[in-house]
């Protein structure tokens, strides 16, 4: 939930997900987290091959479901279905351009195209829930129509508590330097996110006018960093040991059959810039038992195993 000049840990389709919300909690006990986007046609349906349609949030203290979908009754159930399982605020995601949900869905950034749609869907889901309700979204869909003064203005209006804006159009995608406007003459608050790494890029946002940032792609293979930023965490003296301990809630949750796949590409983060990581991704990349994981984990970064 927010407040005036929190740092926020972004939505991160494939990565933010229960297992990872659980290692950065270690670090910063009371941060503001967000699940990675939850489509309302799955959640509605209850479809269960996507587990984390039924997370309890619970005891996961300040997170907020996102949510993603452009049919407002929908994402109306939706926002109450995840209120019921815990979640602190909904998030809706009108910023996610891939083709699959910008374009083929009509939902993440092609709301930007559509501002009476957008404006339909953000009542839809105040109206459902008791609990707040924010907007994720980017300048524009490209450099011709930037036009995010006008759906914040319209979030607003129709009773989201705040926006989070991502400093690139959809057009750009991850791409090139994010561009962070003024954003002080806004009539909500408004957070600031890409290309936030450091304490510094934190300072300058809050002279723009944005009353909080959130960072994104810069906690890979570094979840302690949300922690430092907060001063509730430094750096680990063993990264292998915060490794272990993400892999063993990795596996509780998805198990080792499709645990094992997904923790690769976290391995391949923390072990980024060590001597001869190289080598140990090469190697990871064909184990299949967590066993042999743990062992190659073990020796790569010289850690005792504690848990």
Same mark, same amino acid.
């Given at each position: 939930m927010y407040t005036k000049n929190q740092i926020f840990a972004a939505p991160l389709a494939g990565i933010s997900d229960k297992p990872f919300r659980q290692v950065l909690r270690m670090f910063a006990p009371d941060a503001p987290l967000v699940t990675e986007m939850i489509s309302c046609h799955s959640l509605v349906g209850r479809h269960k091959n996507c587990i984390r349609n039924f997370d309890d949030y619970s005891d996961e203290g300040n997170v907020g479901a996102q949510i993603f979908g452009a049919v407002p009754e929908l994402m109306a159930d939706a926002a109450s279905i995840l209120e019921s399982q815990g979640a602190k605020w909904i998030d809706i995601n009108m910023g996610c351009p891939v083709p699959k949900v910008a374009t083929r869905a009509g939902a993440g950034a092609f709301l930007m195209c559509d501002h009476k749609l957008a404006g339909k869907i953000i009542g839809a889901v105040v109206g459902s829930v008791k609990i707040p309700v924010s907007v994720k979204t980017r300048l524009g869909?490209? %450099?011709e129509h930037q036009d995010w003064r006008d759906l914040v203005h319209i979030a607003a209006d129709n009773g989201a508590a705040w926006v989070t804006l991502h400093g690139r159009t959809r057009a750009q995608l991850y791409t090139g330097a994010a561009i962070h406007p003024d954003v002080s003459d806004m009539p909500i608050p408004i957070i600031a996110n890409g290309d936030i790494k450091n304490a510094a890029d934190t300072e300058n946002m809050l002279k723009l006018g944005y009353d909080g940032v959130m960072i994104g792609r810069a906690l890979f293979g570094r979840p302690w960093l949300l922690g430092e930023l907060y001063k509730t965490a430094v750096v680990p003296q063993n990264i292998g040991n915060v490794v272990l301990q993400h892999l063993d809630l990795v596996l509780k949750y998805?198990?080792?059959?499709?645990?094992?796949?997904?923790?690769?590409?976290?391995? %391949?983060?923390?072990?980024?810039?060590?001597?001869?990581?190289?080598?140990?991704?090469?190697k990871i990349n064909q184990i299949t038992t967590q066993s042999?994981?743990?062992?190659?984990?073990?020796?790569?970064?010289?850690?005792?195993?504690?848990?």
């Open positions: 869909w490209d %450099a998805y198990g080792e059959r499709a645990g094992i796949p997904m923790f690769r590409k976290h391995l %391949a983060w923390y072990s980024a810039g060590i001597p001869n990581s190289s080598d140990f991704r090469i042999e994981l743990k062992s190659e984990i073990l020796k790569f970064w010289g850690c005792v195993a504690n848990i």
